[in-house]
């Protein structure tokens, strides 16, 4: 009887050697099949979606900046209102350089030239 028990014994050995084996294998196959090129996905992903977030938090720093921008515009708006009035139109250069060589010849200031700089002073 002693030598049905071992064989028993070693069926059983091999049985569960077998069933570790097998479960290796589809361990390992899920990992390579599934597993790994998720991983790689992942690696491309990860950097794009953290530029996505820094963009997101930009946008969403705009976004609430927006009626400060909004207020800062309406208040430039006004003072080029004001300098509008201030600074004479390009129609008016004619009577304005006329005007400056009378009060510069009534006070015996002569003028060699006026030289333009340009539109708004960018040569």
Avoid: C
């Avoid at 953290?50 to 909004?70: G, K």
């Amino acid at each position: 009887m002693t030598p049905a028990k071992f064989q028993i014994a070693k069926n059983q050995k091999e049985k569960m050697i077998l069933t570790v084996m097998v479960a290796a294998l589809l361990i390992g196959g899920y990992f390579y099949l599934l597993i790994k090129p998720a991983i790689a996905e992942l690696m491309v992903l990860a950097p794009k979606v953290s530029s996505l977030r820094r963009d997101l938090a930009t946008s969403r720093n705009l976004i609430n900046s927006r009626p400060m921008v909004e207020m800062r515009k309406s208040e430039l708006d006004q003072k080029i209102k004001e300098f509008e009035k201030i600074f004479p139109r390009e129609r008016e250069i004619p009577k304005l350089l006329a005007k400056l060589s009378e009060v510069a010849g009534g006070s015996g200031v002569k003028i060699k030239g006026i030289k333009p700089i340009g539109l708004h002073g960018y040569g």
